[in-house]
């Protein structure tokens, strides 16, 4: 990925196309030509390596291509300051010298560094030269792993393809394989993502991360992580929706593995590496359950967990809201390997364990197992672990909603999330969104996932009830701390007049007179 500032893009008529780097004779010149910089900066100052780069910018190179293959080559290079103490404790002691003694001339300065450079153990002319070694100008590049200009080009126009997808709303993609390690990729970067079957493969759905509200440059950062791994696929379309920064505006981004063919490639490896598993039986299972979006997280490999006086590390654990399901998958073995696994299971306190048997070890002592048993031929199937997982937490979601209804729960503060509630009392959000649907709070209406004072709405209605601007009334609403303005609209009986789909140009109009004592 690089800098959001370097992304070079076009757009026309609703689309947005990168402008990728070709494999030609000029530009392949000047990827040879930055990366021999590089080379030859070695012992020099970053400083020195920048200003010698500005001159491919003088040459009439786009600054941003410029910039952006040296950001990569950045990667590759290690850069240190060249001081025999640290710069930053330096410039403390300095600074704190200098307010002390109030130093304002340049013999009071002289002596102000004289002093902190005796205390340091070295000489003043020696302190002046390494004060500020440490800020970025100033640092010394060490090594650096040179890369041909071609590979340096085929990276380039991979991470210009990952800096657009960090403005997507969305993403939707085709591959003509490695779905195993695309399946694996996603599940463990924490995409949210659907999956359709098509024929001959799958087509997945990617929710962007201009979808959400919250971590946007993380989740951006995971979205752009899964694209070596289609990449890598023989066959691939990717489609997204990208939000231009400045017009606010949506443009269409497609790309066929056809047009990208030879001037992509994941040079650093960035990407997310595939897991090795034991069996075949497992790697089927943790790609199977990653394709059925669940919402359970899989980790493969977990904590171990106390089997008497030993531990077992069950091959998978099953995560979500606080709750853990382990499953153990007993599948090769010998007589011993049996018992000793059987002894072990056995033992195990907690019941939040799923064994998968292969039929072939069928056994009366199996049976005796404490938790949920279930016999496979070749495939450990999914349907009645999904069934075991959606009962747990149904069982778990009632639990906490009982719970939370027997608490004398006292709201404070004129706006109280769903969330909030949770977050005092312990509990899922799930639960607690299911038990404030039937609790009346005094003094409280309820507004989409939040708790809002009748002195907080009326305080909203008296400075909204002069707007007519949709747009200016959803920013008072918002400037109050509620993410839902529109049912706060809707709770206060206003309804909105759209002229198309922009909201500056919507209206708002009092439908009805709406008392806050109404429930």
Not at 41 to 70: P, T
Not at 420 to 436: F, M, N, P, Q
Not at 456 to 468: F, M, N, Q, T, V
Request: charged share 30%; with cysteine; proline share 3%.
């Amino acid at each position: 990925m690089l800098p959001s500032d370097l992304l070079r893009a076009r757009v026309s008529r609703g689309r947005i196309f990168p402008i990728y780097a070709n494999l030609d004779s000029g530009m392949l010149s000047l990827a040879g030509r930055i990366v021999e910089t590089f080379r030859n900066s070695s012992g020099r100052r970053k400083g020195d390596l920048i200003r010698k780069l500005k001159a491919f910018e003088d040459e009439g190179f786009d600054y941003r291509l410029v910039r952006g293959m040296a950001a990569l080559l950045e990667r590759m290079c290690i850069f240190e300051a060249e001081s025999p103490i640290d710069p930053k404790e330096a410039r403390m002691m300095v600074f704190e010298e200098a307010s002390r003694t109030k130093a304002v001339s340049m013999e009071e300065r002289k002596k102000v560094i004289d002093g902190v450079a005796s205390r340091l153990g070295i000489n003043g002319k020696t302190l002046e030269k390494v004060l500020y070694s440490d800020l970025d100008d100033e640092l010394i590049l060490r090594s650096f792993n040179p890369i041909s200009p071609e590979a340096l080009i085929k990276y380039y126009n991979l991470s210009l393809t990952q800096t657009l997808l960090l403005r997507s709303l969305r993403m939707v993609f085709t591959a003509s394989g490695n779905w195993k390690s695309i399946f694996r990729a996603m599940k463990r970067l924490g995409l949210m993502y659907s999956i359709e079957q098509k024929v001959g493969g799958y087509e997945v759905y990617v929710d962007g991360p201009m979808s959400i509200f919250k971590m946007t440059d993380r989740y951006g950062a995971s979205l752009a992580k899964l694209l070596p791994k289609i990449v890598a696929t023989e066959s691939w379309f990717a489609k997204a929706d990208v939000l231009a920064k400045r017009k606010n505006r949506i443009y269409v981004f497609e790309l066929y593995s056809k047009e990208a063919k030879g001037i992509m490639e994941d040079v650093f490896g960035e990407g997310i590496s595939d897991e090795q598993y034991d069996s075949t039986v497992e790697e089927r299972f943790a790609n199977s359950f990653a394709a059925c979006g669940s919402g359970w997280a899989l980790r493969r490999e977990p904590e171990p967990i106390l089997a008497g006086r030993s531990v077992l590390i069950p091959d998978f654990s099953f995560e979500k809201r606080g709750m853990k399901i382990y499953l153990e998958i007993v599948g090769f073995w010998t007589h011993d390997y049996l018992e000793k696994k059987i002894r072990k299971l056995s033992s195990i306190v907690s019941e939040d364990l799923i064994v998968a048997v292969d039929e072939s070890l069928a056994c009366s002592k199996l049976q005796k197992l404490k938790g949920r048993i279930i016999y496979y031929r070749k495939d450990v199937p999914l349907r009645p672990i999904l069934e075991y997982l959606k009962q747990r937490e149904e069982e778990s979601i009632e639990a906490e909603a009982q719970l939370l209804m027997m608490k004398q729960m006292r709201l404070e503060g004129d706006i109280v999330s769903v969330e909030d509630i949770a977050r005092k009392y312990g509990l899922s959000t799930e639960a607690v969104d299911k038990a404030v649907q039937s609790i009346d709070f005094d003094g409280y209406r309820r507004i989409g996932k939040y708790q809002v004072s009748n002195a907080k709405l009326a305080e909203i209605e008296g400075k909204i009830s002069s707007l007519e601007n949709l747009a200016d009334a959803l920013k008072v609403i918002e400037a109050c701390g509620i993410n839902d303005p529109f049912e706060v609209l809707k709770a206060l009986g206003y309804a909105v007049v759209w002229e198309g789909l922009n909201v500056e140009k919507g209206k708002i109009r009092k439908e009805r007179s709406q008392s806050l004592d109404d429930a």
